[in-house]
């Protein structure tokens, strides 16, 4: 038998039941979800609702509370998963706005999401996070490159700079030098840097424009990046840009340069001098391993004739050694036969002498017998 309930046209939904005790809860009881707290006014002549199911079935009507229990337990499942993401939320849009105000985003409830809405959520945060941060790579992408696009042209505005600054430009020089040990060769050359140090009556265009790069470089992170990076910050390139333009352009370029050149070539003598001694200690000795040769020069086709004759008189009697030894083996293996033989010979002779022996003993034996038979006979006769 199965029970089938079929509620009444009058009586609430379940839906409906619970929409109107979560608006006004009543006590502390506990809700119900086939309760209400509306009053229901009994109805005169009530009729059965037309059903057009099975005829079969057995119909009975029964409280709700018995139907509760009994069909708690079941489960019905569905073809597709239902997404009840928006149940969780609570609806604001019936509270009014004040002009110039945005509508505030619905109130989560995340006690009432179950895990396949949390996961739905969580999936759709997940790809919105993902689309704002591909956004985000790009606006910085952009932002690297009009940074590059701006260095390009510091770099030529420094340029132009530095075209129109060079007559009005006065340059110091100041040479600092250590002081050499006094145990130290006197030829041997002293450390010296040079230091450069540049006075410009429109520097401050320059500084201005210096800050308000580094700005940039701060809000964009350029300028914390590591030593490893492509990526050069400006002020210290536009200065090392400086330096090379005022060492390049110094009255004493010409000077520095011929004074490098007097120390390359005395390098280069020095180390042609040291090779030239080389090459005569390695002719030198050349020239005395001759010398020694050419007392012996005449008679050396006569000893390099002896020597081979000698070789071959070596490889000859290497060869009739070896002819010995194989011959001193074989004797001692027929000596060793030969030795073998007499021990045989020996115990045949031995073997024969005692057979000899054996033979007269048993001739004698023959002998003695036909005496006897003989005395019997001449006895019986």
């Not at 849009?93 to 949390?118: H, I, T, Y």
């Not at 002779?349 to 057979?355: A, S």
Request: net charge negative; aromatic share 4%.
């Amino acid at each position: 038998m199965e029970w089938v309930y079929v509620p009444t046209s009058d009586e609430p939904t379940v839906y409906e039941a619970d929409a109107l005790s979560a608006e006004e809860p009543t006590g502390n009881a506990p809700l119900d979800i086939f309760s209400s707290s509306l009053p229901v006014e009994p109805v005169e002549n009530e009729e059965e609702p037309e059903y057009y199911g099975d005829e079969d079935i057995i119909e009975e009507r029964m409280p709700p509370a018995k139907a509760f229990e009994i069909f708690a337990a079941r489960m019905f499942p569905l073809r597709q998963p239902a997404d009840f993401s928006d149940s969780i939320y609570v609806d604001t849009n019936k509270v009014p706005l004040a002009k110039g105000r945005k509508r505030p985003m619905k109130q989560r409830l995340p006690a009432a999401e179950s895990r396949s809405q949390k996961l739905t959520r969580l999936r759709a945060e997940v790809d919105a996070l993902a689309a704002d941060c591909k956004g985000e790579q790009q606006r910085d992408d952009q932002l690297l490159t009009d940074l590059a696009a701006l260095r390009a042209g510091l770099n030529e505005i420094e340029q132009n700079l530095n075209s129109e600054l060079r007559p009005n430009r006065s340059v110091r020089i100041v040479r600092r030098s250590e002081l050499a040990e006094e145990n130290e060769d006197r030829d041997e050359r002293k450390n010296s840097w040079m230091t450069v140090e540049m006075v410009s009556p429109n520097v401050s265009v320059l500084q201005s424009l210096e800050k308000r790069v580094t700005a940039m470089e701060h809000a964009l992170g350029v300028a914390r990046l590591d030593e490893q990076s492509e990526v050069v910050p400006l002020a210290p390139l536009l200065e090392d840009v400086r330096t090379r333009l005022d060492l390049m352009c110094d009255e004493t370029l010409p000077g520095r340069l011929k004074k490098d050149a007097e120390d390359i070539a005395r390098i280069l003598q020095s180390q042609l001098q040291d090779q030239k001694g080389a090459d005569m200690v390695r002719m030198a000795s050349l020239l005395e391993k001759t010398e020694k040769w050419e007392a012996v020069a005449e008679s050396l086709p006569t000893v390099v004739q002896r020597l081979r004759c000698l070789k071959r008189v070596q490889d000859e009697a290497a060869h009739f050694m070896e002819g010995l030894s194989v011959l001193g083996k074989q004797l001692d293996a027929l000596q060793q036969r030969s030795d073998t033989n007499s021990l045989l010979v020996e115990s045949v002779q031995r073997k024969l002498e005692k057979n000899v022996e054996s033979v007269q003993s048993n001739i004698e034996v023959l002998q003695s017998r036909v005496c006897a038979m003989g005395e019997q006979q001449e006895q019986s006769s």
